[in-house]
């Protein structure tokens, strides 16, 4: 241990944590949202705290500032001020507080990518002990986020596969057990609409609980997964969950399509998962128009306006406890008339693009040509020039198929590459699908952000090009 940096740590701490307490924010009444009862609503803050958070949501999850990399994106240097702002907000508006997140491959720092695994090891610890230390009244921390689907760099630094599969869980589950109060969750994705990836998630989760080391579930319900899931699968999965004991939460709920596609899904699944006796507690993932992760998943217009699908929830929360309404089937989006296939294997690619503290792109994916589109040969230069020279950094958020045909739904998102080039970003696909003529479609997500989390000044979009087996095909 290095005392020199623990020392100018700890001073980070209490300089921090005097200006903590003086953050002085109006109080809101507790229940002026849209549910008072045993279970939450909450949702997530992004920037600043919304006027009228209050009147909607109970509970409180930061987006992106309480993640390792916005924290300490400079090594020995934490930046909390996000964080407390939005804690303290929670604590005087008496809403369950959630720290989001400990261990999690996709936002993690870069420098903990060039250390040796002793330092990976202490630099880890190091931040559980502060989180720990800093938030002793948190509610509730996701410890490990996506370990299916985003393990860290520094994996083999804190157990690595081992011999359980999953001792690197285990180890950030003992360390926030010693460490943090509050309860340890685990978070993860594509659970709701997949059984195979449910069996998964409770081998990891049986293991945790055999050594009393979480409490609760985390799944992310995304609308990538909400928007074509069935409402027997979701049932069965979320039986599977409760079956082990723990609690479920909801903790990154959205929903997308236009106001009345949004609003039949809404009516037809959220009562499925609001119902169900081991759901505590549900946390959507942004609200407002302009500020959420997917585009089309908000709920309310920069108008101040409210989507159909969010009269319909306060309305159906007022009511109180309701049978579950008659499913309404999911809407079809209307088809894009597909060309007349071309010879070859030929790939249509189109593209939404959404600008905040981060850039989102949301990718549909589809095989119109005769032959079977080979992923490993498509490539997506993606061009743009912005004013800054920061470095930037590179996530998928998701990418799956979504299949007219068994398996239905393949999850691809470890496979694929951004890789910043020269005035644009090239994304890549490492797999061995490939996609028959208008079997379904690939839906990718990815997001690119500068290294300090700053606005991204002056960016000019200047289209895409879609090379397959090296040709430009668009």
Not at 33 to 52: A, E, H, Q, R
Not at 234 to 258: F, R
């Amino acid at each position: 241990m290095r005392l020199k940096k623990l020392s100018k740590k700890c001073t980070a701490l209490l300089v921090a944590g005097l200006m903590m307490v003086a953050t002085i924010i109006p109080k809101q009444d507790a229940y002026a949202s849209m549910t008072s009862g045993s279970k939450f609503l909450g949702n997530v803050i992004g920037n600043s705290i919304p006027s009228d958070f209050g009147t909607y949501w109970n509970q409180v999850t930061p987006e992106n500032a309480s993640k390792w990399d916005a924290v300490e994106g400079t090594r020995d240097s934490m930046n909390w001020t996000a964080v407390d702002s939005y804690f303290n907000y929670a604590k005087q508006n008496n809403y369950p507080f959630k720290f989001h997140t400990l261990v999690w491959g996709s936002q993690e720092p870069n420098w903990i990518k060039n250390l040796s695994k002793a330092e990976q090891q202490e630099e880890v610890l190091e931040w559980i002990k502060a989180v720990g230390s800093r938030y002793s009244t948190v509610d509730m921390i996701d410890v490990v986020n996506e370990p299916l689907h985003a393990k860290p760099s520094y994996k083999d630094a804190i157990g690595g596969d081992g011999e359980t599969g999953w001792d690197w869980v285990i180890w950030s589950f003992t360390q926030a057990r010693k460490y943090c109060k509050g309860k340890l969750l685990i978070n993860e994705y594509g659970i709701i609409s997949d059984t195979n990836a449910t069996n998964q998630y409770i081998q990891i989760i049986n293991l945790l609980k055999e050594r009393n080391l979480v409490d609760g579930i985390g799944i992310q319900c995304h609308e990538f997964n909400m928007n074509y899931v069935s409402v027997s699968t979701m049932k069965t999965n979320l039986d599977k969950l409760a079956a082990t004991g723990l609690p479920i939460y909801v903790s990154e709920l959205d929903m997308s399509g236009d106001d009345s596609t949004q609003l039949a899904l809404y009516k037809e699944k959220f009562p499925v998962l609001w119902e169900h006796s081991g759901v505590k507690g549900i946390t959507l993932w942004g609200y407002i128009e302009g500020q959420t992760w997917k585009s089309n998943t908000h709920l309310r217009n920069t108008s101040g306006t409210e989507r159909p699908a969010l009269q319909w929830l306060k309305s159906y929360l007022k009511d109180g406890s309701t049978p579950t309404p008659t499913p309404t089937p999911t809407p079809t989006p209307t088809p894009t008339p597909t060309p007349t296939p071309t010879e070859g294997a030929i790939p249509k690619v189109s593209v939404t693009t959404q600008l905040g503290s981060s850039l989102n792109q949301q990718y549909t994916i589809t095989s119109v040509g005769s032959q079977n589109l080979d992923l490993s040969k498509l490539t997506i230069r993606y061009y743009y020039t912005k004013t800054s020279t920061k470095s930037q950094s590179f996530w998928c958020d998701n990418a799956g198929l979504q299949l007219n045909v068994s398996p239905w739904y393949v999850n691809l998102a470890s496979g694929v590459k951004g890789t910043f080039k020269d005035g644009y970003l090239e994304i890549t696909f490492d797999t061995t699908y490939s996609m028959a003529p208008n079997s379904g479609s690939l839906n990718l997500g990815i997001r690119l952000a500068q290294s300090d989390w700053s606005t991204y000044e002056n960016l000019v979009d200047k289209g895409y090009e879609v090379y397959y087996n090296g040709t430009l095909v668009k």
